[in-house]
């Protein structure tokens, strides 16, 4: 089930974005980067906070588009320094890829606009102390993106129970 999940997020992902860069009207801002090469630019920024307590990882993300074309589409990944319990139902815009790793639809992004938030709410395989996060764009359509670190983020989140903010 994981792989045809992974597998239909992808083209859906893909097919969206072909959409999006052909359909007149699309809103999109295209700028020239080199000899007869056009890239959009957007820049995607991934915002929230991880929770650890007891075993209870709980991971709160919103994505945010502040450049200035517009996206239809992006997927964040979200990588866990443990192993979570397998089997865990995720939101539907989100699929497992791995015991450690998820990945997540961030819906149409316009530009200087928001797309909407995904809280997951996980338990890991015993109780670990601490866990490292991190979370970066898997993909983006294809877009240029001239301040990638505002969607890169290692979070360390040690066993409190306090939001630990990206």
Same mark, same amino acid.
């Given at each position: 089930?994981?792989?045809?999940?992974?597998?239909?997020?992808?083209?859906?992902?893909?097919?969206?974005?072909?959409?999006?860069?052909?359909?007149?009207?699309?809103?999109?801002?295209?700028?020239?980067?080199?000899?007869?090469?056009?890239?959009?630019?957007?820049?995607?920024?991934?915002?929230?906070?991880?929770?650890?307590?007891?075993?209870?990882?709980?991971?709160?993300?919103?994505?945010? $588009?502040? @450049?200035?074309?517009? !996206?239809?589409?992006?997927?964040? %990944?979200?990588?866990?320094? /443990? *192993?979570?319990?397998?089997?865990?139902?995720?939101?539907?815009?989100?699929?497992?890829?791995?015991?450690?790793?998820?990945?997540?639809?961030?819906?149409?992004?316009?530009?200087?606009?928001?797309?909407?938030?995904?809280?997951?709410?996980?338990?890991?395989?015993?109780?670990?102390?601490?866990?490292?996060?991190?979370?970066?764009?898997?993909? $983006?359509? @294809?877009?240029?993106? !001239?301040?990638?670190?505002?969607? %890169?983020?290692?979070?360390? /989140? *040690?066993?409190?129970?306090?939001?630990?903010?990206?």
């Amino acid at each position: 089930m994981g792989d045809t999940r992974k597998v239909v997020l992808v083209l859906v992902s893909a097919a969206t974005a072909v959409v999006m860069g052909t359909a007149p009207g699309a809103g999109a801002s295209v700028q020239k980067r080199g000899a007869g090469t056009d890239a959009v630019e957007a820049d995607l920024a991934h915002h929230g906070h991880v929770t650890l307590s007891s075993g209870r990882l709980t991971v709160r993300l919103g994505s945010e $588009n502040h @450049g200035p074309a517009g !996206l239809a589409d992006a997927t964040v %990944r979200l990588e866990f320094s /443990a *192993p979570m319990v397998a089997g865990q139902p995720l939101p539907p815009t989100c699929l497992w890829s791995g015991d450690r790793t998820i990945l997540c639809r961030t819906g149409p992004l316009r530009p200087i606009g928001q797309g909407h938030e995904v809280t997951l709410e996980l338990r890991t395989i015993g109780t670990p102390y601490e866990i490292v996060v991190r979370i970066d764009t898997a993909w $983006n359509g @294809g877009a240029t993106d !001239l301040n990638p670190e505002n969607h %890169r983020h290692r979070v360390l /989140a *040690p066993d409190t129970g306090d939001p630990y903010v990206f």
